[in-house]
């Protein structure tokens, strides 16, 4: 891996809810030669990654993947309970990568809890959450 630490982009919209039709949103059959990534590649990719995720309903959050595997998430609350404008909120979370070489996430929101696990595909030199890495 280069130097420059990798930044994961989860697009929970279509990837805790693959049938839902969002227009404009990137999807696994959008990308050029997607490559899964497992094992001890997939934990150093995530280690020290930049996270973005976005939601089915609008929310972008962020995080930074942590060596002990915590962090501290950020969102815009776009979208949660029908909000049509941005309310910034942050919670505690963490990750791990499963035996089946999934990335999961769990974040303690001050109203919700959040648990979801997804594959990583590489492509074009970034990586992608996908629910299902060979279905588009």
């Given at each position: 891996?280069?130097?420059?630490?990798?930044?994961?982009?989860?697009?929970?919209?279509?990837?805790?809810?693959?049938?839902?039709?969002i227009?404009?949103?990137?999807?696994?059959?959008d990308?050029?030669?997607?490559?899964?990534?497992?094992?001890?590649?997939?934990?150093?990719?995530?280690?020290?990654?930049?996270?973005?995720?976005?939601?089915?309903?609008?929310?972008?959050?962020?995080?930074?993947?942590?060596?002990?595997?915590?962090?501290?998430?950020s969102?815009?609350?776009?979208?949660?309970?029908?909000?049509?404008?941005?309310?910034?909120?942050?919670?505690?979370?963490?990750?791990?990568?499963?035996?089946?070489d999934?990335?999961?996430?769990?974040?303690?929101?001050?109203?919700?809890?959040?648990?979801?696990?997804?594959?990583?595909?590489?492509?074009?030199?970034?990586?992608?959450?996908?629910?299902?890495?060979?279905?588009?």
């Open positions: 891996m280069t130097a420059a630490k990798s930044t994961v982009l989860v697009l929970c919209a279509l990837l805790v809810y693959p049938a839902a039709a227009p404009q949103e990137l999807t696994v059959g990308l050029k030669d997607p490559q899964k990534i497992t094992g001890d590649e997939l934990r150093q990719a995530l280690t020290g990654a930049k996270v973005t995720s976005r939601t089915l309903h609008g929310s972008t959050r962020h995080w930074y993947n942590n060596a002990d595997g915590k962090f501290t998430a969102s815009d609350s776009r979208g949660y309970k029908g909000r049509p404008t941005a309310y910034p909120t942050t919670g505690t979370g963490s990750w791990r990568v499963s035996p089946n999934q990335y999961c996430v769990e974040i303690d929101w001050r109203k919700v809890d959040e648990k979801w696990c997804v594959f990583i595909l590489k492509a074009d030199g970034k990586y992608y959450g996908a629910a299902r890495p060979n279905d588009p």
